[in-house]
């Protein structure tokens, strides 16, 4: 029962831990395993591709040297960000928790209905820490992967050169691998400018990381509406009226 109080209280910090020991892990495995390039089909709609970018996520990249770093820059300033508001929800979420618990049934229920309450459901700190989890993950690639590991070009990559990596800290690349070649076909010959050309969906590759965001960003997308108290929706229906 500790260890099942322990997690409700930790959710941020298991979620983000669980998924970077995940992302790096089949970072790591890929590095030490694939050069750019090969590729493992484990369903013909599902295959591991091994590729690396120098930006942001889905292959997608953002200008030079000076826009990685930048790019990394942002990333870190928005880690922190989140790192602090997930700490401070997580802290209102336990002593609104507290409060609720120490009602009956009618009183939890008055509570909810004053106009200055706020839920911090479980799903915002989810989609939160998906988030942060993800852009940690990449982080790290960008930071460090530079500085402990060989190129991938032509062989596999050591961990720790004896030369040194292949790049300074914040100019690594990002590690992708996950390949999803749903289906092909053409565009119809009637389409302006793309008419008749082959087309191929899923095309970008990505990673764990890339996942996570996605995943996160969506899950807030989706039940951002619920993050209010029941009273909240009660009253833009009676203003609209």
Known sequence: MRFISWCKRHIPLLIVAGVLILDQASKFWIKLSMRIGDEI?????F????????GMAFGLSFGENFGKLLLSLVRI???VFLVWYLRKLNK??????GQLAGMTAEEALAARKKPSGIVLKTSLL???SLILAGAIGNVIDCAFYGMIFSESYFHVAELFPEGGGYAPFLHGHV?????????QGHYPEWM????GREFLFFRPVFN????????????????????????KKQVQHDFHQ
């Open 41 to 45: 089909q484990v369903f013909s709609w």
């Open 47 to 54: 295959r591991i591709h091994f590729l690396e970018n120098e």
């Open 77 to 79: 300033a928005a880690i």
């Open 92 to 97: 209102e979420r336990l002593a609104l928790q």
């Open 126 to 128: 989810v989609s939160l």
């Open 175 to 183: 590690v992708d691998m996950l390949y999803f070649p749903l289906f």
């Open 192 to 195: 302006p400018w793309v008419g």
């Open 208 to 231: 764990l990381a890339d996942s996570a965001i996605t995943i996160g960003f969506l899950l807030f997308f989706f039940t951002q509406r619920s993050f209010w108290w029941p009273e």
